[in-house]
Structure formats: structure tokens, C-alpha cells
């Protein structure tokens, strides 16, 4: 039997008294997954990885929901998302997790019953909270990878400062209209989000965008974390991916690393937090 409680006044756990059996399968696991279990650089062992993860999801809007969902139908163990807003009627056109009958709710409480639902045997860790500079640290906490679905710089650049300070991934989504991009930094061996976007803009805008254009970027998140929870090289590192989707081009930007950046440089190669 599984267990839902409301720990704070913004914080919603999902507990299932299985996850002490962390490196087993369970017949009904074995059920549910199998259609990726079959698959040859899967298997049991893939499933197993998958359960031991812990994933951190900011923001879920057009690329959280997307992102969220895929992770938790492919069985990562533990989930853990975060976002401050409630759900709004002009979200619904690309905001999957949501119905019109959640407008004014939450995300993160209706998220919540949505990813439950679709997987009870996921955890699931809700908090509604504004990711800052002085809550990422302690929000992200023990969580093995970092979901980026934001939709402003600076909250991008408190978790690309987290991802440094740890030494864990961070994935990168963004939307504009018709057209996104992704990539992969893992600090280490690729530069961060700082060498990319070195300047702040001083206001954040509202772009357009597209239903189907997060749910591609998206779902190409959730594929690298579940890559990465997998051990698997072939990932978006040092590459930016950029997708059109007037004319369906695709290319791919080589990224370098700024020897001077103040998180990643030479001269800060551990970074500060």
C-alpha cells in the first residue's frame, strides 16, 4: 500500500513501501515496463538504473509537463518538481498534466495526481515554491540530475550554479514559437549554461509558443535523463540542438567551453555555490 501525505502547507510526498526493495523487480514492474525491458541495451538492468534515480524537475509548464510525464511512465524512482504558479486557461494548449477543471489550481498539486495516477510506483515529491539563489541548493538537494524547465534565465542560471557546485547534469530546454533547442551540460566535460548565456537580461518576455514544439523538446529531455541514468555516452553533450518546426530542419551547434567563465573556467573549475 502506498501512502500520500502533505508534509507542508506546499509540499505533497508520495511514499510506496516497495522502494526498499531498490534492486528488485517486482512481477508487477516487470509488467508494466516490459516494452522497454525487451529492448536489447535495456533490459532488467536498465529498469533497475531507472528505479535507483532520482530526478529534479523545475518548472512545469509546456516542457516540465512533458518531461515529467515520460520519466514517471518509465519508471524513475523518485521525481522531484517544483513550481510556484497555478495553472491558467492560456497554459492548456501545451501544458499536457492539465485539465480545464485544474485552472486556479497548483501545478504542483495537479501534477501530482496526475503522475500518481499514471504511476503509482513512482515517487513522487511536490513542492510549490520560486526556485532563488538561496533555495535552489537545499531544493534539488540529493537529486542525481536537473530537468531544466524554466522559462527565464535567471532561474536557469540558480540551477546551472547547483549543477557546477555538485558536479551533476543539467538539461537545458527552450522554447520560442515554432522552434526549440536542447542540450546537455555535465559539468566537467562540457561547458555550462554560464559560457552559453554569459550576460542576464534584465526583463524576462513571453514568448510564443507552439503545443507541439515543448513537447518534442520535452520529450527529448526526458530521454537524455533516462540516458544518463543509464551510464550511456551518446548524449547531447557539447552540442546544442535546434529544431524548426515550419520547415522540420534540425541542426546542431558545436558549444565550447569559455575558458574564463566564472563557474566552469580554468581558473573555477569546481565552481562556487
Known amino acids: 500500500m502506498g501512502e500520500s501525505r502533505q508534509t507542508r502547507s506546499n509540499t505533497i510526498v508520495f511514499c510506496e513501501s516497495h522502494f526498499m526493495e531498490i534492486d528488485q523487480l517486482s512481477s508487477q514492474e516487470v509488467i508494466r515496463y516490459k516494452r522497454q525491458i525487451v529492448i536489447p541495451a535495456f533490459g532488467e538492468k536498465g529498469q533497475k538504473q531507472l528505479k535507483r534515480a532520482n530526478v529534479f524537475i523545475a518548472g512545469l509548464g509546456g516542457l516540465g509537463a512533458v518531461s ?12 522531484k ?14 501544458q499536457i498534466l492539465y485539465s480545464t477543471r485544474d485552472v486556479g489550481r497548483p501545478k504542483t498539486e495537479s501534477a501530482f495526481e496526475k503522475l500518481h495516477a499514471l504511476n503509482p510506483l513512482c515517487r513522487i515529491d511536490a513542492q510549490k515554491a ?4 538561496d533555495n535552489a541548493l537545499e531544493l534539488i538537494g540529493d537529486c542525481h540530475i536537473i530537468v531544466d524547465a524554466t522559462d527565464n534565465l535567471e532561474t536557469r542560471k540558480c540551477l546551472n550554479s547547483v549543477s ?27 561547458p555550462c549554461l554560464e559560457c552559453l548565456f554569459p550576460e542576464t537580461s534584465a526583463a ?21 535523463a533516462i540516458k544518463i541514468c543509464l551510464g550511456m555516452k551518446d548524449l547531447l553533450k557539447n552540442t546544442l540542438l535546434c529544431i524548426n518546426g515550419m520547415d522540420m530542419g534540425v541542426k546542431k551547434l558545436n558549444l565550447r567551453k569559455d575558458p574564463e567563465c566564472h563557474l566552469c573556467g580554468i581558473q573555477d573549475q569546481c565552481g562556487k555555490y
Open 68 to 79: 515529467a510525464y515520460y520519466l514517471a511512465a518509465a519508471g524513475v524512482g523518485r521525481l
Open 81 to 94: 518538481i517544483v513550481d510556484k504558479d497555478h495553472v491558467e486557461l492560456e497554459n492548456l494548449n501545451r
Open 130 to 133: 520560486e526556485i532563488r539563489k
Open 164 to 190: 557546477v557546485a555538485r558536479q551533476i547534469p543539467f538539461i537545458y530546454g527552450g522554447i520560442d514559437g515554432f522552434t526549440g533547442m536542447v542540450t546537455t551540460f555535465v559539468p566537467g566535460d562540457t
Open 204 to 224: 524576462t518576455k513571453k514568448v510564443g509558443a507552439m503545443g507541439p514544439v515543448p513537447g518534442m523538446i520535452g520529450a527529448i529531455q526526458s530521454l537524455e
